[in-house]
């Protein structure tokens, strides 16, 4: 009688942590994106501003207060540069704790999660899983939040579909990775929007982000594997990501 209780309180558990390595995630994307935009202008007005403290600072000067502007402007743009620094690092993502493990396990801790989310939104979820499977040396909780963005995106597309919405998981071991793809029965990612699609801030939702490809990417990236989307023979989209096998 209480094993539903503890399948929805184990679930539960999950669906919290994947939310909170997703805060985490979203905060370095912000912070990386933050800097991106703005180390360049900044930058510029650095260089600017001590170009006319040689051009002023010369035996004959001809503006003082000028001079004195000029150089306020430099102090600033350098302190602005640092403080973007400082942010960085407070979100940067603590080092990422390996251990060895199947992807198929992996997902398999998520599933109830996953058949509770595609339940509520009247989608029918598949999983084809190709054993056996080498197994993979990961951050296990990085890369779960992977599997649920990935999983988010499917589900948010695939409800657009009026008839029988479907997403389906697909696991396949290559030669010297492991395959793990979300493919989503949704209308597919327009031709423009593609090269795009892991930037941050980019997003294609009323009320979206832009933070969840990106920060998935990151965390592929970090853990040397490749992340690509590409369409699907139903019309929809197959997002797939490889991780290498784990060393003997």
Known sequence: MNEP????????AILNRLLEIARISALAEM??????????????IATFSQAGDRLLNRPEPQVTRALDVFRQINSEALGAGEGIRRIRRLFDQDEIKRSRAKMSEVIEELQPVFDMLAQWANVSLKFDVAEPLPEVSIDRLRVQHVLFSLFQNA????????????????IRAEKYAVEISV???????????????????????????G??????????????????????????????????????
């Open 155 to 170: 589900l948010d597309v695939s409800v657009q579909n009026p008839t029988a919405p479907w997403v389906r998981f697909g």
């Open 5 to 12: 209780k503890q399948n929805h309180a184990g679930s539960a």
């Open 183 to 209: 493919t989503d029965s949704g209308g597919g990612i327009p031709p423009e929007t593609r090269d795009q699609i892991f930037k941050p801030f980019f997003t294609t939702k009323p009320h979206g982000t």
């Open 31 to 44: 912070a990386s994106g933050i800097a991106h935009e703005l180390n360049q202008p900044l930058g510029a």
């Open 211 to 248: 933070l969840g490809l990106a920060s998935s990417r990151a965390i592929v990236e970090a853990h040397e594997g490749t992340i690509g989307f590409e369409g699907d023979a139903a019309g929809g989209t197959r997002f797939w990501f490889r991780l290498p096998v784990a060393e003997h």
